[in-house]
């Protein structure tokens, strides 16, 4: 077996030793005869399994009984929409943009606006490389939420700190769950597409407080109620069992690491190695406010951009993949997410200085 260092901004890479013990489960889980994936998601087997998720989970993050952990399906862009239909409940919401996912975000809660459920206002609006200051923030008089991304995948823009508001803060954090540790009481709402941090696609993590559960528009669907969620274990509708499973050996993995303490230690030597290289090059740059770097997605761009897809081509031979970054942006970007090691980081400094020597 030949593992390549997987860069992929997700689907995104998972712990090999994840992966292995899901190869030797797969056709026979706990001496059932069957695959986890073909068992009904209302046996009592597999609800162990999505209890011992949600408690593993909880203990990662310290999230305490006063809000439910959700395990949904459509991603984070279909939160896009519940959030505002959840939340917004004929109030203003309050939104920051720093990159593209928090503009797709707005652009959706600007529809439900449209059709009377409420308001939308804009806080502030980033240009990618940077976050605006705190003086320059326009807040709503009791807003109903305030919505951001802490971490933008694509531009590789990351607030570390959460902002203080006056409001309940929802937050979409697909590409920085479980990379350092957050205290789970400043959120009213904590959302995440699982496929780059925790587990394969097709399952989304919503973290909401209980009382914010009973907010939801008449026109909210049915599977995108939390409320009617919550009061069915997230099992209103068949949910993504096998995605449920691999997130929750991933989640015993992180604990088996230390969990979340011990692997942000990890995840900034990992990206001061690259962003090291990065700066004290004149062929590589980075554009971002160094403040506000991602320790999570590290875009960057070669002096010369015609040696772009030769870069490209001799670092897949070289065993390191996706490396080509966004198409919104161009360049190159590498996510260095939890599963990704020190050693697979390394290899790529060593690549982009050899990469140098030749071409800078």
Request: glycine share 8%; with cysteine.
């Amino acid at each position: 077996m030949n593992r390549f260092a997987n860069f992929c901004a997700g689907p995104a890479a998972m712990p090999t030793v994840v992966l292995e013990r899901a190869q030797r489960e797969l056709l026979d889980w706990q001496g059932k005869g069957s695959s986890v994936m073909e068992i009904s998601h209302r046996s009592a087997d597999y609800i162990e399994v999505a209890e011992r998720a949600e408690a593993n989970l909880r203990k990662l993050m310290g999230i305490s009984d006063d809000y439910a952990v959700l395990f949904l399906q459509g991603g984070a862009a279909l939160q896009f929409s519940a959030i505002p239909l959840n939340l917004m409940n004929g109030g203003t919401a309050d939104y920051l943009t720093t990159g593209a996912w928090s503009q797709k975000a707005i652009k959706e809660a600007e529809r439900y606006a449209a059709l009377g459920l409420g308001k939308v206002n804009l806080v502030a609006a980033g240009d990618g490389t940077d976050v605006p200051d705190v003086s320059e923030w326009q807040l709503s008089d009791n807003a109903a939420y305030f919505h951001y991304c802490p971490n933008e995948t694509i531009h590789g823009v990351q607030i570390f700190d959460t902002p203080k508001v006056n409001a309940p803060i929802v937050a979409d954090f697909s590409s920085c769950i479980l990379s350092e540790p957050v205290n789970v009481n400043d959120f009213g709402l904590i959302y995440a597409g699982a496929q780059k941090n925790i587990g394969p696609a097709g399952l989304t993590i919503v973290i909401v407080r209980k009382d914010l559960l009973d907010r939801a528009s008449a026109f909210c669907p049915n599977v995108m109620n939390y409320k009617n969620q919550f009061d069915n274990d997230s099992m209103l509708n068949t949910p993504a069992t096998f995605a449920w499973y691999l997130s929750g050996l991933v989640f015993e993995w992180l604990l088996e690491q230390g969990g979340v303490e011990a692997i942000a230690v990890q995840n900034r030597k990992k990206a001061a190695m690259l962003y090291e290289a990065i700066d004290g090059s004149d062929f590589y740059s980075n554009n971002v406010n160094p403040k506000h770097r991602s320790i999570m997605n590290v875009p960057f761009r070669l002096a010369d951009d015609g040696l772009d897809k030769l870069f490209l081509e001799e670092n897949k031979k070289a065993g390191l993949l996706n490396l080509k970054g966004h198409r919104v942006v161009g360049g190159m970007r590498a996510s260095i997410y939890n599963a990704i090691t020190p050693e697979q980081v390394a290899a790529l400094v060593a690549f982009m200085k050899e990469f140098e020597a030749r071409h800078g």
